[in-house]
């Protein structure tokens, strides 16, 4: 979920049951609840669609392609496209990343023209070395389907640049104020990374909007990088969202095993990989949780995982009952999964099989839920809208 405006899109011709209440962290799969359904329709097809963000002054939805696309869907249905994307670092987990608008809201109005837009992607670096970065720009639209990127500036990177392509997170959120850019940077499979307070691999970062570390963050003393992190011992986060209460929370892959759902608290270590609810592919054991209460534990966690692709908070009036829940897209399996926030601690509450993988999730402005699947598997990649039974 994106900032405090981030929406979800799904839509498929299908009608399907939620699952209903006792899906536990076990993965237990829960009983059917006809009476809490949706359908979905099927809205367009995207070539390996990563992230999406709705403006909410036109409605108008952004998608991003891995690859190096950048696509935008108008409220009529018509897809347009955006020029001057940067070259990517397409590969394994690679490619164009998060897309979102940034909190300069501008009202009304039927064109993207003039909006802030925050990307993030993999970028190449010296020998077989890759990593994160965010970058800023501006929409200039010359006719309704046709924008360019311009003055796109790099505001922030992942340090070091590695070897491999995985885990590169690099998840964006806004404060609720819009003071504060919040970006998920992941651990690059690499492990260590994520306690080591001299880089900023495996962390989650607060920053002003122009990638500049934020006055106040815990660990400012140690001077760069370590003056941009919030929060350390993260693995791969996909999802950064705050909730109504305006508290950070991220969704984080676990190993074979271990996925959670974390609220973010400055200065805290999320324990990885000292400590997990999973265990290594290898099979190799790794502390759980609970042997570290130094550590900061998860809301919930699963095993086996559920795979998320994203998350966001509904605060929409179409399902009234899922107000105030966690709503998290999965990969394995194909799922969307529904979480009761209690407090400090959460709960799955309902799950619904879904035909391919969700990546993303966001919120329309009129309530509805829209997903967008992952574009890996055959038939897939599609922007669906769930809407009421």
Not at 66 to 89: E, M, N, Q, Y
Not at 211 to 220: H, I, L, R, S, V
Request: charged content about 20%; hydrophobic content about 35%.
């Amino acid at each position: 979920m994106h900032g405090t405006g981030r929406y979800l899109a799904l839509v498929s011709p299908l009608v399907i049951g939620l699952a209903s209440c006792g899906a536990s962290s076990s993965g237990e799969k829960a009983s059917p609840a006809p009476a809490d359904g949706f359908k979905t329709e099927a809205i367009a097809q995207f070539d390996e669609p990563w992230a999406m963000d709705f403006d909410e002054g036109t409605g108008i939805l952004l998608v991003t392609e891995r690859k190096g696309a950048l696509k935008f869907r108008l409220k009529d249905g018509k897809i347009g496209s955006v020029s001057g994307v940067p070259k990517v670092a397409y590969g394994g987990q690679g490619g164009l990343g998060d897309v979102v608008f940034g909190p300069d809201v501008v009202a009304g109005g039927t064109s993207l023209d003039g909006r802030t837009v925050y990307l993030s992607w993999a970028e190449a670096g010296s020998g077989d070395t890759r990593g994160a970065v965010v970058g800023r720009g501006k929409l200039a639209c010359a006719t309704p389907l046709a924008c360019s990127l311009q003055d796109l500036k790099v505001i922030w990177r992942q340090e070091p640049k590695v070897t491999g392509q995985g885990h590169y997170s690099h998840r964006i959120a806004f404060s609720p104020d819009g003071r504060y850019l919040f970006v998920a940077s992941g651990e690059r499979q690499k492990f260590t990374p994520a306690q080591d307070l001299s880089v900023n691999l495996g962390k989650v970062l607060r920053l002003n909007l122009d990638g500049t570390p934020a006055n106040g963050n815990p660990f400012a003393a140690k001077g760069s990088p370590s003056n941009q992190i919030w929060t350390y011992g993260h693995r791969n986060v996909l999802g950064l969202a705050f909730d109504a209460q305006g508290r950070l929370w991220d969704l984080e892959h676990g190993p074979a095993g271990g996925d959670e759902l974390n609220l973010v608290k400055a200065g805290q270590n999320y324990g990885w990989p000292l400590v997990s609810d999973g265990d290594h592919y290898d099979g190799r054991p790794i502390p759980r949780n609970s042997t570290r209460p130094d550590l900061a534990k998860p809301a919930i966690s699963w095993n086996p995982v559920i795979a998320p692709g994203d998350f966001m908070f509904y605060s929409g009036t179409m399902f009234p009952s899922w107000r105030g829940q966690a709503l998290i897209g999965g990969m394995k399996p194909n799922v969307l999964v529904r979480v009761a926030i209690d407090g400090e601690t959460a709960r799955e509450v309902a799950r619904t099989p879904v035909e391919h993988r969700i990546r993303d999730i966001a919120q329309g402005p009129d309530g509805a839920v829209w997903l967008l699947e992952d574009g890996k598997e055959s038939g897939a990649g599609r922007l669906l809208k769930l809407t009421p039974q």
